[in-house]
C-alpha cells in the first residue's frame, strides 16, 4: 500500500509562485511515476504534468507549459510542482498522484493511488 501527502497549497495573487510537494510512502520501486492533476470550481479533474521517477520525463498540459516545472527526489520518494506566473484560473485543488508504471501517463485512470488534494487559490 502506498500512501501519498501533499502540502504547499495556499493563496497567493497573480503573477505569484508557489511550490506545491507530494511525498510517497509505502512499497514503491524505483520504475513508477508520479504525476499532478487538478479540479477547479465546476471543473472536472485535468492533468497538469507528470514525471517518471526513474526515466525522468516530464510531460506537461498546455495550460501549464512554461509556467509550471515538475521534478523529483528519488531518495525521498518525493515529487515537487514549482509553479510561477499564476493566474486565477490556476485556482484548484491540486492531487498528487503515483502511477506504478515508469512510463509517465496523462491519463488520471492510469494512476493506482492518490493523494487528498491541496488547495490553491490565485486571487486576480
Known amino acids: 500500500q502506498v500512501s501519498l501527502t501533499e502540502s504547499g497549497g495556499g493563496l497567493v495573487q497573480a503573477g505569484d509562485s508557489l511550490k506545491l510537494s507530494c511525498a510517497a510512502s509505502g512499497r514503491t520501486s524505483s520504475a513508477y511515476s508520479m504525476g499532478w492533476f487538478r479540479q477547479g470550481p465546476g471543473k472536472e479533474r485535468e492533468f497538469v504534468a507528470t514525471i517518471s521517477m526513474f526515466r525522468g520525463t516530464t510531460l506537461y498540459s498546455d495550460s501549464v507549459k512554461g509556467r509550471f516545472t515538475i521534478s523529483k527526489d528519488n531518495a525521498k520518494n518525493a515529487m515537487y510542482l514549482q509553479m510561477d506566473s499564476l493566474k486565477p484560473e490556476d485556482t484548484a485543488v491540486y492531487f498528487c498522484?503515483?502511477?506504478?508504471?515508469?512510463?509517465?501517463?496523462?491519463?488520471?485512470?492510469?494512476?493506482?493511488?492518490w493523494g487528498q488534494g491541496t488547495r490553491v487559490t490565485v486571487s486576480s
Open positions: 498522484a503515483l502511477d506504478l508504471s515508469s512510463i509517465a501517463s496523462t491519463r488520471a485512470e492510469r494512476y493506482r493511488y
